[in-house]
Nanobody, 122 residues
Framework: VQLQASGGGLVQAGGSLRLSCAASGRTFSRSDMGWFRQAPGKDRDFVAVISGSGRTTDYAGSVKGRFTISRDNAKNTVYLEMSSLKPEDTAVYYC????????????????WGQGTLVTVSS
């Protein structure tokens, strides 16, 4: 599986962005897909995950109610809609394909995209 994340950029606080992650491979629809983020000097943190069917999602508390994860299996793409952005959301955002279980830890994900930078100015 290869993953290509896009959609990052510079946005003012309170603004919105949509990240996309295009995946190759025939197993996409069977894989949990997650978004993580890593701020400078910090660990890579869980943001959101969606089940293979798209029916189940889970969010980190810091983004719940502001971010929405979705997927289009026909397009092999997962999305992260981000709204009410805050300066503390500034990070490199990574998409990842998981091994199942809708888990929140980095170790549960086998394949990673290259990351896309989101910068939120105050």
């Amino acid at each position: 599986v290869q993953l290509q994340a896009s959609g990052g950029g510079l946005v003012q606080a309170g603004g919105s962005l949509r990240l996309s992650c295009a995946a190759s491979g025939r197993t996409f629809s069977r894989s949990d897909m997650g978004w993580f983020r890593q701020a400078p000097g910090k660990d890579r943190d869980f943001v959101a995950v969606i089940s293979g069917s798209g029916r189940t999602t889970d969010y980190a508390g810091s983004v719940k109610g502001r971010f929405t994860i979705s997927r289009d299996n026909a397009k092999n793409t997962v999305y992260l809609e981000m709204s009410s952005l805050k300066p503390e959301d500034t990070a490199v955002y990574y998409c990842a394909a998981g091994s199942g279980g809708m888990r929140r830890i980095v170790e549960a994900y086998n394949y990673w995209g290259q990351g896309t930078l989101v910068t939120v100015s105050s």
